[in-house]
């Protein structure tokens, strides 16, 4: 990943004005699309790709910026669903607090096992996580409140700050919507700023940035902290928006899937995950009105990604588009 | 009758003889994954799929052109082996010269590619395989019944296990392949095809994942899914023992077989995580696994 992302990393640098108005048209077109959206389509459906989105772009957060391949986020994700899905159900607690408490949920497991994984590298890092994912994906088929099998259904939505009735389809999805935007701003934020700099370096060489003075290992944990929590954060939206937490959330295909939707619109762009979400939302919903298997084909997606265009979507746009103009 | 720590003799050994079968199996996959990582740098995710087809091809043979279990043993590892070296020669040798993870994520995809094809074509419930004639019944060594197939799959692991390892470490082809691990451009230099030894290499390695699922075939049922959970299994017994050494896989594989039998018995809510916590309590003491060094 190394050799491309330093090309993008060139790209970025050479950024313009020119630039930088076209990426606030970009995002004031992407609001806009946001806005309308639940008026075109099924507001469950975006709202689905909304929290999908929000997911990958957490990994992102990993992969992208800090070169980390995390292959357990599907236990921050799960996890938080479980824990949100208990906390509005059997607690009565309000739907903030429950999402909440899901991600708080996700930022502690996330420190647990960023503290163990970073202690490897590469390839190991991959297993290690996806190792300790699967024993919470183990708990969570055994312990009592998940529900085992069945996970927990009929999980009430509430009433927002106690004022707003989520179970109205709009208000819902503007309340998907504004988390989301949060989460994407939150990792705008953190890649523009100082911190996400060091990511950057610690990704194209970690002996140098060790040199320079840096601990990596804490600006690692940090990220992999930060990525967890938003995982949570998009685990909690989902459990309020489907009523429901299931095994499927903490599964290992799930953490296939979200770095299958990063790879796909394009490792270390902002956009691509939410492109990449998008895509395999709609491919997946509509492969379920069809005979084909779709494990057959995410997979013939995820080998033809890595022989063809490792840039995903996005990236091999931003390329295209910096090859012009020079 | 007396008791082992509050355990009758017959439960206990019982759950050590399950224990040690699961544990060959670890030992024998993760054996492949080591030699495979060895030479190629790659994780190689499709192997628990391919102890699925390996266990497939044994279910096809006898089913379909009424061969047994020992040509299957034969006939199913070659197979596996074959498509072993179609993958590595039209895709994974694409990937050598980028980022490792590449190849992690390939092979992702075709074990997803594998699995959801025998899962759209056979469902998730198993198919029964018999136990061949030879070796029905079992002994009574007095402590305990040992059925003669668990007794046989036991031994052919570890001689297969250990028939690696002297090849790999006492002939002259394995001098090859672990001085062509080292340093590839200088091996190529002497005059050794080193992308040969690759493509057969990974060829062997998954051979030994379909020689595994003709073993399994009849122990547990021949299922789509059952390579997929216990490929993180035998991921984290490679984390725990560490990938420098072919002695410490197979012998990380079947302690760790030994020890979750062993929690089977005394605290059966653990049994499906204990490989985990293992591997958690090793990477705080030891970062780089049993047998391993930091690559």
Redesign the interface.
């Given at each position: 990943?190394?050799?491309e992302t330093h090309k993008m990393t060139t790209v970025a640098v050479r950024q313009t004005s020119e630039d930088t108005t076209r990426r606030t048209l970009l995002l004031a077109a992407g609001l806009a699309v946001g806005l309308a959206a639940p008026f075109v389509l099924y507001p469950v459906f975006v709202m689905k790709v909304l929290c999908f989105a929000l997911f990958a772009c957490a990994f992102n957060l990993l992969i992208g910026f800090a070169g980390l391949?995390s292959f357990g986020h599907a236990a921050f994700f799960g996890g938080a669903a479980y824990i949100t899905a208990h906390a509005a159900k059997v607690w009565g607690l309000p739907p903030e607090l429950s999402i909440l408490l899901g991600a708080g949920f996700s930022a502690v497991l996330g420190l647990a096992f960023g503290a163990?994984a970073i202690?490897?590298q590469?390839?190991?890092f991959?297993?290690?996580t996806?190792?300790?994912a699967?024993?919470v994906f183990?708990?969570a088929?055994?312990l009592k409140f998940t529900g085992g099998e069945d996970g927990i259904q009929g999980v009430p939505r509430g009433q927002l700050f106690g004022l707003f009735d989520l179970n109205q389809p709009l208000v819902m999805y503007y309340f998907v919507l504004a988390i989301f935007l949060f989460g994407f701003a939150l990792i705008w934020r953190t890649v523009h700023s100082p911190f996400g700099q060091v990511l950057k370096a610690i990704r194209e060489n970690e002996p140098r940035a060790i040199s320079l003075g840096y601990r990596t290992e804490r600006y690692k944990l940090l990220a992999f902290v930060l990525s967890a929590s938003l995982a949570g954060l998009a685990g909690g939206t989902k459990a309020l928006v489907f009523q429901l937490a299931s095994l499927t959330d903490v599964q290992?295909q799930m953490s296939?899937e979200v770095?299958l939707m990063t790879?796909l619109g394009g490792m270390g762009t902002l956009f691509g995950p939410v492109v990449g979400a998008a895509l395999v939302v709609t491919l997946e919903s509509y492969l379920a009105g069809t005979n084909l298997?779709?494990?057959?084909?995410?997979?013939?997606?995820?080998?033809v990604?890595?022989?063809l265009f490792?840039r995903g979507i996005v990236g091999e746009l931003q390329a295209f588009l910096a090859r012009r103009k020079s | 009758m007396f008791e082992l720590l509050g355990v009758p003799p017959q439960v206990l050994f019982g759950q050590l003889l399950l224990g040690l079968i699961n544990g060959s199996f670890y030992a024998l996959l993760s054996l492949g994954l080591a030699v495979i990582f060895g030479m190629l740098n790659v994780i190689n995710f499709a192997h628990g799929a391919l102890y699925m087809i390996g266990a497939f091809v044994a279910w096809f043979l006898l089913n379909k052109l009424g061969l047994g279990y020992w040509w299957a043993l034969l006939l199913a590892p070659a197979t596996v082996g074959l498509v072993g070296v179609i993958v590595e020669k039209t895709l994974l040798s694409r990937l050598y010269k980028l980022d490792h993870l590449y190849g992690l994520l390939l092979t992702f995809g075709l074990a997803l590619i594998f699995e959801g094809a025998f899962r759209h074509q056979f469902g998730v419930s198993g198919q029964p395989y018999p136990i061949p004639d030879a070796l029905k019944g079992g002994q009574n060594l007095g402590f305990m019944f040992l059925p003669n197939y668990r007794g046989w799959v036991v031994a052919a692991s570890i001689v297969v296990c250990f028939g690696t390892w002297f090849a790999i470490e006492r002939t002259r082809l394995g001098a090859y392949l672990r001085a062509a691990t080292e340093n590839p451009v200088l091996v190529q230099a002497f005059g050794i095809n080193v992308p040969v030894m690759i493509t057969l290499t990974y060829g062997f390695g998954v051979a030994l994942a379909g020689l595994a699922g003709v073993l399994a075939a009849p122990i547990y049922q021949v299922s789509p899914l059952m390579g997929s959970n216990l490929i993180i299994v035998v991921f984290a017994v490679v984390v725990i023992g560490g990938m420098g050494s072919i002695l410490g896989a197979i012998v990380t594989g079947l302690g760790l077989g030994l020890l979750e039998g062993l929690t089977k018995v005394f605290y059966p809510e653990a049994s499906n995580i204990v490989v985990f916590v293992v591997m958690a309590i090793v990477l705080l003491i030891k970062p780089a696994g049993l047998f391993g060094r930091e690559r």
């Open positions: 990943m190394t050799a391949l163990l202690r490897r590469g390839i190991y991959a297993m290690i996806l190792a300790l699967q024993m183990f708990l088929l055994q290992w296939g770095v790879l298997p779709v494990p057959v084909v995410i997979g013939a997606i995820f080998v990604c890595v022989l490792r | -």
